[in-house]
C-alpha cells in the first residue's frame, strides 16, 4: 500500500479511518490475513474452521465473527464456491503462483471455504503486514490434491 503521507490510519481513497481498529482487531485481521490466496481478488480459505491449522493462529469461530461483526468478512456455515473454471487456473499465495490442473475439461469449481473479505476487508488486507505461512499451504496443496486436483508450483526461471 502507498504511503499517504500522513499518519492518520486513514486508507487513501477509500473513505475509512483503519485507526477506529482496536488492536485486538488488527492482530485478527492481520493473522487471517497470512490465509489469503489471489485469484482476481483476494480470497481467505478457511475450510475446517476449527482446524488447528487456523485455530493455533487465533482464528476461530467467534475471531470469525468479531470480524464479520465489524464488517472485515462475511461468513458462510454452508461455504464458498467459485464455479466455471476452464481446466487450469491460477492462484497467488503471497505473491508466488501456484497452478491448478482440474479433473474437467471445463465447468470446474473451487472451493472458497466459509470466508471473503467484504469490500473494506479487501482495502485492509494489503495494509497490514500478515506473513506467509508454509504449513498453510501445504495445508492448501494436499487438501487440492485430494479433490483431484493436479496443483504446481511455477518456479521463477533464473
Known sequence: MSDSGSDSGALPGRGFDASILDKKDIELFTSLCQFVWVQGEPLPLIYEIDNEIYTKHGINLPALQRLKAIGLISLESAGYVKR???????????????????????????????????????????????????????????????????????????
Do not use: C
Not at 479433473?103 to 470466508?115: I, K, R, W
Not at 467484504?118 to 488486507?125: I, Q
Open 84 to 158: 466455471k473454471f476452464g481446466k487450469h487456473t491460477r492462484l497467488f499465495y503471497f505473491g508466488k503462483p501456484t497452478k491448478i490442473q482440474f479433473p474437467h475439461a471445463a465447468n470446474n469449481q473451487l472451493d472458497l471455504g466459509h470466508v471473503l473479505l467484504s469490500d473494506l476487508g479487501k482495502a485492509l488486507a494489503s495494509a497490514y503486514n500478515a506473513k506467509r505461512n508454509q504449513e498453510y499451504y501445504e495445508y492448501i496443496i494436499k487438501r487440492w490434491s485430494r479433490q483431484g486436483m493436479v496443483v504446481s508450483s511455477i518456479l521463477a526461471r533464473s
